[in-house]
Structures are given as structure tokens and as C-alpha cells.
């Protein structure tokens, strides 16, 4: 009987593919945020795998995440399965590029709206409110790895979630977790939500100045 030989296993986002129902939700999905593809390097894919939904590709540096957005009412973000990370924009790397703030925010495209009204400013994105998080065989949550990188001691950290953590005790949990988890490395999270009620995205796209 042939040994058995241990392999890699890497998972890969799918392929670009030049689907006009995923061109045009990406390009009119992206827009509502002020945004083009290019900022944050979205791509479409094939409509066929949503059952003619929309779809495209949002990467993230780290090699095994990404998120998928589709056209449709729930569910409209997946992503592999056990697999978290942070977002950040190609630009800039929040890991080398330290400033004096660290600004998490709820939410990719929002993250990369921020970053295109205040581009020198550290930014990362996480794709849900606990998404900064993991959590350890005994209950306890911690950061993230990539983003221990993005802290120094004292520096100021501050979380902006959607307007909706006001009535979600969940995002209130999830917000409450995350600044334990920072207190860990001698920071200090400050808490904001949007003044719109939405996200940080709509909030600049209604005031722009």
C-alpha cells in the first residue's frame, strides 16, 4: 500500500469573469459608496454560482480571506468558512504604516470610503462586528493577529460601527469584546456610530465636506 504524503491546502477566490449582470451590480453596488472598483480592487464573477445573482470579489491581502457580495436581500456577504481576517486598503498597510490613530471600521467598502476621504489616515475594515475577533478553546476573544500588528502602546484606537449598534445588543457585545481585547496591548477603543444612522459610507457620501 502507497504511503500517504501530507499536502497544503490553500483556498483560492474564484476567477474573475466578465459577467455583465456582475459588472453592472458591482459598478452600480460600488457607486452607492462613492466608490470604484479600482479603490478596492473588486472584481466580478460569474452570476451562474447565485442563480443569476450578481456577484463580485472583494480581496483582502491575506491570501486565504475574501468576501463575496451578492445581489440579494440576505446572505448578501459570504466568505470561507473559519477563516477571518482584516481588510486594509492596498495603499497603505496599517502594519507599517503606524499612525497615532488606528480607525476600525464595520464594514470593507466603508473602510475603503474612509480611506479615500482621509488617505494617509491607518485604516482597516472588519466584515461584520466580530470580525476582529477570534476566540480561543476557553471562551476568551482576542485580536485578530494582523491586527495586534496595526497597535502600539497608547496608541488611540478608534471603532466607528454602523447606527444600528444602538439597537442591536449583539454589535454592543461584539463592540464590548473588542475593547477588552485592545485594553490587552495597552490601548484604549473609542466607541462611535454614524450620525445617519447607516454606515460610515452613506454618512460621507451625505456629507462629503
Not at 165 to 173: A, E, L
Amino acid at each position: 500500500m502507497a504511503a500517504l504524503a501530507q499536502t497544503q491546502l490553500t483556498l483560492v477566490a474564484p476567477n474573475p469573469v466578465q459577467d455583465e449582470l456582475s459588472i453592472k451590480f458591482m459598478h452600480e453596488d460600488l457607486a452607492r459608496s462613492g466608490l470604484t472598483h479600482e479603490d478596492i480592487q473588486a472584481y466580478p464573477i460569474s452570476s451562474a454560482r447565485y442563480d443569476g445573482a450578481g456577484a463580485y470579489i472583494i480581496p483582502y491581502r491575506s491570501p486565504l480571506m475574501y468576501r463575496t457580495r451578492i445581489d440579494r436581500s440576505t446572505n448578501k456577504y459570504i466568505q470561507p468558512k473559519g477563516i477571518r481576517d482584516i481588510w486594509w486598503p492596498h495603499q497603505r498597510d496599517p502594519r507599517e504604516n503606524k499612525g497615532d490613530v488606528l480607525f476600525i471600521i464595520e464594514g470593507e467598502q466603508k473602510a475603503a470610503r474612509f480611506h479615500k476621504r482621509w488617505p494617509n489616515a491607518s485604516v482597516v475594515g472588519i466584515g461584520g462586528a466580530w470580525n476582529g475577533l477570534e476566540q480561543l478553546g476557553d471562551g476568551t476573544r482576542r485580536l485578530l493577529p494582523n491586527l495586534q500588528q496595526c497597535l502600539s502602546p497608547e496608541m488611540r484606537v478608534i471603532a466607528i460601527f454602523d447606527g444600528d449598534i444602538v439597537s442591536k445588543p449583539n454589535i454592543q457585545m461584539a463592540a464590548t469584546a473588542l475593547k477588552h481585547a485592545v485594553k490587552a496591548f495597552s490601548c484604549e477603543l473609542e466607541v462611535f456610530r454614524t450620525p445617519e444612522g447607516k454606515g460610515v459610507d452613506d454618512w460621507l457620501e451625505a456629507d462629503p465636506a
